[in-house]
């Protein structure tokens, strides 16, 4: 980014030169700038168009960030199918078809497998150890640096919390009972559930419903209590499964296309970004507080099931998920920084964890 700034001042100076202008002509051109120019751009998401949480959570962040620009910077917000599908987000925002994209990380783990580690992986982070490890452990540089190459500019922009195990109409007794089950689950742990026997697929949200219905999936997962509930997938499983081993905290991301972030000035910039940052708590206290409302209407209002994995699953299942990831450290120097600074930092989290919020939940 330094390089292309670098080209954009050179270019700045010359065209001032070429004008004959000095100082003063270039210090008003970039004061006059920022107050007059009006910058309209579209955001593709993965979400279905006002989904609870991530859908709300993308039309909050636009409507605030064109309050605090006062209009200067206007976001159209468009749910998965409006502008691009779902899954094509990524290569929308990178080509420029739109300046902004929401969604998260995992989803484009077929182009760059590491990315997965910037949004959730099994056994891996919590949302305030993610948090932490993003914004103070190193690992936002990382990201940035791994998106590079794609012209896109991540930031964090939203969280699910803890989620899930997900939705089942077999009991899960034994490892065995995963055998041939297809599951819709995204990410590492769709290649962790492979692994442990079962047959995993990626479908966007507004897929899940009627795949589950028509019996294309065996089982589902996708957020929590508060968007399940939503998509309606306790009408159509009998099993609700906990803990979510494979998605601790999954960081939702704010991609902007690298063009079109240089192109605004210094004050768009933090605006986007601190309208970011606000989404990423507004959207983690919305999860927090709506899940545990919603699943007391799950059980006691629908008579879902709610049920622990049996203990032989999760321990293959953490096996798989420490073998995948150090296999994904091999890929290359980069993805090897990646995992080292996250695997690090979980250690450190964890150490400290035991201490406070574990050693407080066991005697809350
Ligand atoms: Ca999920």
Redesign the pocket.
């Known amino acids: 980014m330094s390089a292309r700034k670098s080209v954009a001042t050179a270019f700045m100076a010359l065209s001032v030169l070429a004008c004959g202008g000095g100082a003063n002509e270039e210090a008003n051109t970039r004061a006059d700038a920022p107050a007059t120019q009006v910058f309209e751009w579209k955001m593709a998401t993965t979400w279905p168009k006002n989904l609870p949480g991530m859908g709300t959570g993308a039309e909050r962040f636009a409507r605030q960030v064109e309050a605090m620009s006062a209009g200067r910077l206007k976001i159209q917000v468009y749910g998965a199918g409006e502008l691009v599908p779902a899954l094509d987000v990524f290569d929308a925002v990178s080509g420029g078809a739109a300046e902004m994209g929401h969604g998260a990380a995992y989803y484009w783990r077929g182009k760059l497998p590491v990315a997965a580690f910037f949004t959730a992986v099994p056994f891996g982070m919590t949302t305030p150890e993610m948090n932490a490890w993003i914004e103070w452990g190193g690992g936002l540089e990382l990201w940035r640096e791994a998106y590079a190459p794609f012209d896109l500019y991540p930031m964090v922009a939203g969280n ?1 919390t803890l ?1 899930m195990g997900g939705w089942f109409n077999r009991e899960i007794n034994s490892l065995e009972d995963l055998k041939g089950l297809k599951m819709r689950i ?1 990410g590492i742990a769709g290649e962790v559930w492979q692994r442990a026997g079962g047959t995993a697929v990626v479908l966007p949200g507004g897929e899940l419903f009627t795949s589950l219905q028509r019996g294309a999936i065996d089982a589902t ?3 929590g209590p508060y968007n399940d509930l939503a998509l309606g997938l306790h009408s159509i499983a009998d099993y609700y499964y906990y803990p979510g081993w494979h ?1 601790p905290g ?1 960081v939702l991301e704010a991609i902007i296309n690298i063009d079109a972030w240089n192109s605004l000035p210094p004050d768009l910039q933090a605006i986007v970004e601190g309208a970011a940052a606000a989404i990423n708590d507004s959207m983690t206290n919305e999860f927090s507080a709506r899940n545990a409302i919603s699943l007391q209407t799950l059980v006691e209002e629908h008579g879902v099931e709610v049920r622990p994995f049996p203990d032989d699953v999760i321990d293959r299942l953490r096996e798989i998920s420490e073998e995948i990831m150090r296999e994904t450290r091999e890929d290359d120097d980069l993805s090897r920084r990646i995992v080292d600074s996250f695997l690090a930092f979980r250690e450190q989290a964890k150490a400290y964890q035991q201490v406070s919020d574990v050693a407080y939940a066991d005697i809350r």
């Open positions: 699910t989620q995204p997962e996708w957020v998605e999954s």
